[in-house]
């Protein structure tokens, strides 16, 4: 495996439902971001960790939890969500510290509330 | 706030030249950086600009213009597979990406 990966690409859940979704980074960066990406609108950083600690949560609703159980698995467990929670989720990866932090981009898990 | 406008959609034909627009408007400037989105894939990074200039990379460059809060993306001798967005991202002073809607170019033959 190279890159970042994914799993699952696509996830149908209802509102009662609890789910996980897992990003891994084989690039041996030191930080990562989970971001929502909903048609026609800006990405939104959801969540930043470095070194396995996390630096940043933009008031992101409680119902998204994160876990970085070391610097290349990053996991968004998912519970009690709703309908306008639908949307791409992306993870990313960079190098982390100071200026040019290049993210490098999973494919991306497709979460359809219902 | 922090803004970033792009256009939301533009059209050019096969073999032609586009030039995207980036206006943005943020608290500090550590970059700015071009990313390609083909639907329902990844971004992958495309250019970097930090200083004021053009930097060129093959069929695409990218400008920037520091005091002008503005760059653009140019394309060149398009081709079909160029149908993507196109995002546009400004690390602001807290070394964040602020990120634009997208710009989605169509090509046409």
């Known amino acids: 495996e190279t890159g970042v990966t994914q799993t699952p690409r696509h996830l149908v859940m209802g509102m009662t439902n609890k789910k996980s979704l897992k990003c891994e980074q084989h690039?041996?960066?030191?930080?990562m971001y989970w971001y929502k990406q909903s048609a026609k609108k800006p990405l939104e950083l959801m969540f930043v960790?470095?070194?396995?600690?996390?630096?940043e949560n933009n008031s992101v609703p409680s119902r998204f939890s994160p876990e970085c159980p070391n610097s290349s698995h990053l996991f968004l467990h998912l519970h009690t969500l709703q309908p306008e929670d639908s949307a791409l989720y992306l993870c990313?990866?960079?190098?982390?510290?100071?200026?040019?932090?290049?993210?490098?981009f999973g494919p991306g898990t497709r979460l359809t509330v219902l | 706030g922090q803004n970033i406008d792009q256009p939301t959609e533009m059209t050019a034909t096969e073999g032609a030249i586009v030039q995207i627009n980036c206006t943005y408007q943020?608290?500090?400037?550590?970059?700015l950086f071009w990313y390609q989105q083909h639907a329902g894939e990844a971004p992958t990074f495309l250019s970097y600009?930090?200083l004021d200039g053009l930097e060129e990379k093959g069929r695409f460059s990218s400008f920037l213009s520091r005091s002008k809060g503005y760059s653009y993306l140019l394309l060149k001798e398009l081709q079909m597979k160029d149908s993507a967005s196109y995002l546009c991202?400004?690390?602001?002073?807290?070394?964040?990406?602020?990120w634009g809607a997208g710009t989605k170019l169509i090509i046409k033959p």
């Open positions: 991202a400004v690390m602001d002073s807290n070394y964040q990406l602020i």
């Open positions: 690039l041996g960066h030191n930080a």
């Open positions: 943020t608290s500090g400037f550590n970059g």
């Open positions: 960790y470095s070194l396995e600690e996390r630096v």
């Open positions: 990313a990866s960079s190098q982390g510290g100071g200026d040019y932090n290049e993210q490098f």
């Open positions: 600009n930090v």
